[in-house]
């Protein structure tokens, strides 16, 4: 059943894209945004130094360098997009000695920090943002000069794309997956798309269709519960159509027809092909920090002065009054978003039994808690491992709807299994097969169930099955997995 509720921390992060670039147009010392990203990135940097060298736990359990972010991806993104503040500063004021050498102190501490992240995405959009910079910086060249100046740039670029790729060719495949995935989501709503929000909710069944019509797939072992296309644009098609994604196109080319290149605009207008090159291999969107980049650089973008329009006083006192409304919007959403996430906490990882108040406070906001998937996600584990399956059935029903996963489905199956609804467990399972085909997990439950109710037709078939099955990596429960079924077949 599709949900309907409201998206309130869509809208929440929304407002708060409209505050900062309010504030940014308003600001007339426009070089401080620029500094104000350098010095993130420094801390960013520093940070993860720390991690690499241990001093500083890092926040994902296979990556040792995330700085502030969940993993290396995000935090590459954010120092190349430095970089490129970097050198725009640095030829701006190369004449300035001290400021010179700080500048390419942090240069240098930035790429050597990008190194550390092996962020392919971030090496591509901080080359693409080098290139630009320098075309933006050479208007006044004779057009023949610009012209090979950019093809070279674009060859640059393609080449760079094909090292890129085949240094992880597996990884790069998976997003090709997506990618391809993805495409069939917009075929299905080619004009208008699926909705805001709809991309967690409805991709992992379009994936369970894909692997279903093509069982022997080379993209199967690839395949993972995917929450991101790791391209903006094609979230953009999937949820707004080709209507939503023109109109984007279009406002992008806008800013770059009538903006200026004069002064401190064209590191901005860099900065900015930074960030779009890298949204088409990541999800900037998700992240907070990259997120508030862009109305902080499309204000810090002046548009030529025949294309400028002024305004009066009238105009500004309805500027005062958006921005008030976006602080009180931000802070009403922004304190609902911390309780929530404080007492989901509670709930999973507390030691202790006393978690009734969150308990009662996170069943009394549901409906907010409904516009968070990775939260609801945490919601949903903490039922299915507390609650009898009577009541976490609700939960994980409607979990479905809202953050569908391999995991999620084999908790399902379970808990059919529990409430002795066979079939529908038997559905579970093979979905969630289906979902992630390289994972042994959702077979073997599929393996047991029908060794539990007798069928050794479907019992045979599912183990043989689960036996070649090519894991990613093989571990102690998967070969303790195996080794049950050959146990039981052999019998």
């Not at 007339?28 to 001093?55: N, S």
């Not at 090496?123 to 950019?150: P, T």
């Not at 709807?401 to 489905?409: E, K, M």
């Amino acid at each position: 059943m599709e949900q309907t509720e409201f998206i309130h921390f869509e809208l929440a992060k929304w407002i708060l894209f409209l505050l900062c670039y309010v504030i940014m147009k308003r600001m007339r010392q426009k070089q401080w945004c620029l500094y104000g990203i350098i010095l993130i990135g420094g801390a960013e940097a520093g940070i993860a130094i720390g991690q690499k060298i241990h001093l500083i736990k890092s926040f994902h359990h296979v990556f040792d360098v995330t700085g502030t972010f969940g993993n290396p991806g995000p935090l590459g993104g954010y120092l190349a997009i430095a970089i490129i503040v970097l050198i725009g500063l640095y030829r701006e004021y190369w004449r300035n000695f001290r400021q010179k050498w700080i500048l390419l102190a942090f240069l240098i501490l930035f790429s050597t920090t990008l190194v550390l992240t092996e962020s392919r995405a971030g090496c591509l959009a901080m080359f693409a943002g080098i290139g630009s910079l320098y075309l933006f910086s050479k208007k006044d060249r004779k057009w023949k000069f610009a012209i090979f100046q950019k093809l070279g740039t674009i060859i640059l670029v393609l080449l760079f794309i094909v090292v890129t790729y085949y240094c992880k060719k597996d990884s790069a495949d998976g997003r090709l997956l997506i990618w391809r995935v993805s495409s069939e989501m917009i075929m299905d709503a080619p004009f208008i798309g699926h909705g805001i929000g709809t991309f967690e909710k409805r991709y992992m069944y379009y994936q369970a269709q894909y692997f279903n019509a093509h069982p022997n797939s080379q993209y199967a072992r690839l395949a993972d519960n995917i929450s991101y296309p790791y391209n903006e644009f094609l979230r953009i098609g999937v949820e707004f159509g080709l209507i939503g994604l023109f109109v984007v196109l279009g406002l992008i080319i806008s800013v770059f027809k009538y903006a200026s290149v004069q002064g401190l605009n064209k590191i901005y207008l860099a900065t900015f092909t930074s960030w779009l090159t890298f949204s088409m291999f990541s999800y900037p969107s998700h992240v907070l920090l990259l997120w508030l980049l862009v109305p902080f650089l499309l204000g810090g973008i002046q548009c030529r002065k025949n294309r400028c329009v002024s305004v009066g006083y009238k105009f500004q006192i309805v500027e005062c009054m958006i921005i008030i409304i976006c602080l009180f919007f931000i802070i009403r959403y922004g304190c609902d978003y911390y309780l929530l996430k404080n007492n989901i906490r509670k709930l999973y990882f507390s030691s202790t039994k006393t978690t009734e108040e969150a308990t009662d406070y996170v069943e009394r906001h549901r409906l907010e808690l409904q516009s968070i998937p990775h939260l609801f996600d945490i919601y949903a584990q903490y039922c299915y491992k507390n609650y009898p399956a009577s009541k976490r059935i609700i939960i994980l029903k409607q979990a479905t709807t809202i953050v569908p996963t391999s995991d999620l489905y084999c908790d399902l199956g379970d808990t059919y299994k529990e409430l002795n609804q066979i079939d529908k467990a038997i559905e579970s399972y093979i979905l969630a097969s289906n979902m992630v085909p390289h994972r042994i997990l959702p077979n073997y439950k599929l393996f047991c169930l029908y060794r539990e109710v007798g069928d050794t037709v479907q019992m045979l078939r599912t183990g043989l099955k689960a036996l070649n099955t090519e894991v990613k990596v093989e571990s102690t429960k998967t070969l303790r997995m195996k080794g049950d079924i050959k146990k039981t077949l052999k019998k």
